[in-house]
């Protein structure tokens, strides 16, 4: 199996686990600094600190998915936003990672599992995956309204930003509560405005971060004990052949009620 970041195992950050910033030609490279995996053989560097022996019996699909999102989801999502026992979580973007957020942060048995999004069809999804509530943010005033009613007026304990664009923080700050935490698993692309103003009083931390995947040794565990099922995300295969289709069906994910998408290799060598 393989991980989308590669750890040397001996520089300051390996050490502390925080694979991610990996000073030795290491961190998150595969389609950042090398090319990526969307291909028929890949090199991977460190390899004896990166790859994983895989259990018998897992799908395909199941460790596609926690080779990225799934650790993405828990590491940056879950644990670093603090998810407990009987907290209230709102999820904002029920994509893949926040699917991937959905599901581990049901280890901790949240008492409200929020989720929310524009796309009413990954909404049904989310709460078959076990969300105890969905928010349309079509209208985002209405939405807010929404879920401070669901936490009897003190908004979430923890808001997991899983889109990565202003308005989604922005959603974000607005319904956290007193000594809660914003963790922004989504990447931004453009800066976002901090109402530090209005928060600072409100004791919140806002936490971010690139995944570092030294969760996976536990999440085979959980795949292993069938404690979480993410092949459920997979929703499309394509051939390597097909990889422009591929795309174009993705560009297009609300109408083709896509999450993920397996590329399976059909290409011979020469």
């Keep these: 199996m393989i991980s989308c970041v590669c750890a040397c195992g001996k520089c300051y950050y390996c ?30 560097p460190h390899v004896d600190n990166t790859l994983y022996y895989t259990p018998e019996g897992l799908s395909d699909e199941a460790l596609v998915m926690l080779s990225d999102v799934l650790p993405t989801g828990y590491e940056i999502g879950v644990l670093k936003g603090k998810v407990e026992p009987g907290c209230s979580v709102a999820i904002i973007g029920s994509g893949s990672v926040g699917l991937a957020a959905l599901l581990t942060a049901q280890f901790y048995s949240p008492a409200k599992l929020i989720i929310v ?28 309204k929404e879920i401070y009613d669901l936490t009897d007026g003190c908004g979430v304990d923890v808001a997991i930003e899983a889109v990565g664009i202003p308005a989604t923080f922005d959603f974000c700050q607005k319904i956290i509560g007193a000594d809660g935490t914003v963790a922004n698993c989504g990447v931004h692309g453009k800066p976002v405005e901090f109402d530090l103003d209005k928060l600072w009083i409100r004791n919140i931390n806002v936490i971010t971060g690139l995944v570092s995947t030294n969760t996976t040794p536990q999440l085979l565990k959980a795949l292993e004990s069938h404690k979480i099922e993410p092949e459920k995300l997979v929703t499309h295969y394509f051939k390597l052949s097909e990889i422009e289709k591929a795309y174009e069906v993705f560009s297009k994910a609300a109408d083709h009620h896509v999450i993920k998408v397996i590329i399976e290799n059909d290409i011979s060598e020469a």
């Design 15 to 44: 050490k502390k686990g925080i694979y991610a910033h990996c000073e030795d030609e290491g961190g998150w490279i595969f389609g950042h600094l090398i090319d990526g995996t969307q291909a028929e053989y890949l090199g991977v």
């Design 117 to 144: 999004d524009l796309d009413d069809n990954r909404l049904e999804t989310a709460v078959s995956f076990g969300a105890t509530h969905k928010v349309n943010s079509s209208d985002p005033e209405k939405a807010i």
